[in-house]
Structure formats: C-alpha cells, structure tokens
C-alpha cells in the first residue's frame, strides 16, 4: 500500500506562481511513476504531467508544457509541480498518484494511488 498526502493549493492571481507537494509513504519501493491530474467542475479529470521515479523523465500534459515543471525528491519520498504563469483555466482540484507503470503513464487507469486533491482557484 501506498499514501498519498498533498498540500500547497490555494486561492493565486493569474500570471502568480504555485507549488504544490505530496509526500508518499508505504510501499514506496513499488512506485515506477508519480503523476498529476486535475479535475475542474463539471469536467473530466485530466492528465497534468508524470515524472519517473527511479530515471526522472517528466512528460506533461499539452495545456501545462512550458509553464508546469514536475520534479521528485526520492530521498524525502515527495514528488512536486510547479506552477508558474498560472491562467484561470487552471483552476481545478489537483490530485496526485501513484503508478507502477513505466513508461510515463499519462491515463488514469494507470495509476493505482490516489492523494486526497488540493483545491487550486485562479480568479479570472
């Protein structure tokens, strides 16, 4: 079994940046990907970025590339996603996971683990 807890969402001004965290416990020597969803309201949950965690390879999501950088402390068992350039359009909650996948999974299904979502709001 894997734990997931995150923090760092919050209420940012658009253009502002935001970091958000989640520390992993358990199980951690099964983990092959950590990733980042979002949900906004009334939409589908939708693929943020992922990152390798033995190797580091980040893929994100179309909407974020260039203005969203994933990274991962395997010593502090923490993975993060940096926010910079936020844009209304970013409001959601965001979650992050787990996978045991390699390859940079990107689908939903992929990941067995799940955190708790933080709230992030951009006013437009």
């Known amino acids: 079994q894997v734990q997931l807890v995150e923090s760092g969402g919050g209420l940012v001004q658009a253009g502002a940046s935001l970091r958000h965290s989640c520390a992993i416990s358990g199980a951690t020597y099964t983990i092959r990907a950590m990733g980042w969803f979002r949900q906004a309201p009334g939409k589908e949950r939708q693929f943020v970025a992922t990152?390798?965690?033995?190797?580091?390879?980040?893929f994100y999501g179309d909407s974020v590339k260039g203005r969203f950088t994933i990274s991962r402390d395997n010593a502090k068992n923490t993975v993060y996603l940096q926010m910079n350039s936020v844009k209304s359009e970013d409001t959601a909650v965001y979650y992050c996971?787990?996978?045991?996948?390699?390859?940079?999974?990107?689908?939903?299904?992929?990941?067995?683990?799940w955190g708790q979502g933080t709230q992030v709001t951009v006013p437009s």
């Open positions: 990152i390798g965690w033995i190797r580091g390879s980040a």
């Open positions: 996971a787990a996978s045991y996948n390699l390859g940079g999974p990107t689908g939903q299904d992929e990941y067995a683990y």
